[in-house]
């Protein structure tokens, strides 16, 4: 069954929690980071987000493509340091808040959501993540209910740390737990043991955090169906508030790439990839966790805001190496390597390598792309004349539905969602 078929269902979202590898092509950025008087002039009429970028792993897992760097590929070189990067940081806060301020008479509003990720944030010890959200805190302000993530891998936290980052400010965390088949945790080359996530869970509950989730991956090489099933089950005996489930993308240019070239490991089977989601599905909504986005299932109350910014297309700056923003029809993104950044900082300017600006047409798709991925759709006056017309074949085939003034995918459509907004855009 080829990429049409009914296992084509979770390829990732855009989403600005996944800091690639690799940058897009587009225009020069202005050395002071200044916006297009047109989207500096919407700042403040949608919700505003913070992304900050942590680029340090411990390891590199064998399948990620992500912006990221151990301590043996930085070396010892200046600008490369831990510190180099809290101060480069610190430095493109104020730099932000210069050019987002002449937007809003000189105040820039509150983040609505901060997400640091990664890479592993909690490799910084909680006063150097503390201090950077504080530097936030002061140069935005955030609003009252703000939701404040990281991620964490579960041997990167203790109970101490994680109480730690409740005080500086922190209410929700999201573990990458993976699996819970030591063989699949071998062969993506993750370090934890098993139950370490489960214990890392019930640590955030003991530390205060409000909100707390696991990051799951299926369709791993050597993975069966039962061993599936038994991640997700481990997974729930956590109660956790939220699980992102995720199926494995052969990214080129990684290792596990590599192996699946040298024939060493086949890649992911589309069919097996659709039962897993399946499976998944199920057991996580009998638990009470109900889908909100094609990938992502929450209890009441606790869906993901930070992604939810993203996917309905409101404004953020990335902070950090190779993290990218988005301001009133800006896309922009930052210099790849640590000291590349930390040096653009240090001189005053800004870490922008390039940016692209969208055009009408290009915001009314996207927000089709990704709007139609979650749960509750997107306005039917979105679409165009010709769009409205492929509707009805596609509910009638049951890929999506129809309510009220709203269009989104239905249950069983979600293993066909790519295919169908493909379809209907065409």
Not at 217 to 246: C, M, Q
Request: charged share 25%; proline share 6%.
């Amino acid at each position: 069954m080829g990429q049409t078929g009914r296992a084509r269902c979770v390829a990732l979202a855009y989403s600005a929690c996944v800091t690639p590898s690799a940058l897009p092509d587009g225009e020069p950025a202005p050395y002071d980071g200044a916006l297009p008087a047109s989207a500096v002039a919407e700042v403040g009429t949608r919700g505003l987000s913070a992304y900050v970028h942590v680029p340090f792993c411990a390891t590199r897992c064998g399948y990620c493509d992500f912006n990221t760097y151990t301590a043996a590929e930085l070396g010892s070189a200046p600008g490369a340091s831990r510190e180099a990067y809290l101060d480069a940081v610190s430095r493109e806060v104020a730099l932000a808040r210069g050019v987002l301020a002449r937007g809003v008479l000189g105040d820039p509003p509150p983040f609505d959501t901060v997400f640091f990720g990664g890479g592993t944030p909690t490799l910084l010890d909680p006063a150097e993540q503390g201090g950077l959200l504080a530097h936030l805190r002061d140069a935005f302000g955030l609003a009252p209910d703000a939701e404040v993530s990281t991620e964490a891998n579960p041997d990167s936290v203790t109970l101490a740390s994680l109480a730690a980052l409740v005080e500086a400010g922190f209410t929700r965390i999201s573990f990458g737990m993976q699996s819970s088949a030591p063989h699949v945790l071998r062969m993506l080359e993750r370090t934890h043991t098993p139950g370490r996530a489960l214990d890392a869970v019930r640590w955030a509950r003991e530390a205060g955090f409000s909100s707390v989730s696991l990051d799951l991956i299926y369709g791993t090489p050597t993975e069966s169906l039962d061993d599936w099933r038994a991640t997700v089950e481990d997974a729930l005996t956590a109660d956790p508030d939220h699980v992102s489930a995720y199926s494995l993308i052969v990214e080129d240019g990684t290792r596990f790439a590599a192996r699946v070239r040298r024939g060493e490991v086949p890649l992911p089977d589309e069919d097996d990839l659709a039962d897993k989601y399946e499976v998944a599905d199920s057991l996580l909504r009998q638990a009470g966790l109900e889908w909100y986005e094609v990938s992502n299932w929450a209890r009441p109350g606790h869906a993901c805001r930070h992604n939810l910014a993203y996917w309905r297309g409101d404004d953020w700056w990335g902070f950090g190496p190779g993290a990218h923003s988005h301001v009133g029809g800006v896309r922009f993104w930052n210099v790849k390597h640590p000291r590349t950044y930390a040096g653009r900082l240090a001189e005053g300017l800004s870490p922008a390598a390039g940016r692209e600006r969208l055009t009408a047409e290009d915001r009314r798709i996207e927000r089709v792309l990704l709007e139609l991925r979650l749960r509750e759709g997107v306005p039917t006056e979105v679409l165009t004349e010709s769009e409205r017309a492929r509707l009805p074949e596609l509910v009638a085939r049951g890929f999506l539905q129809e309510d009220g003034n709203r269009v989104s995918v239905s249950d069983p459509g979600r293993l066909l969602a790519d295919a169908a907004v493909r379809e209907l855009l065409d």
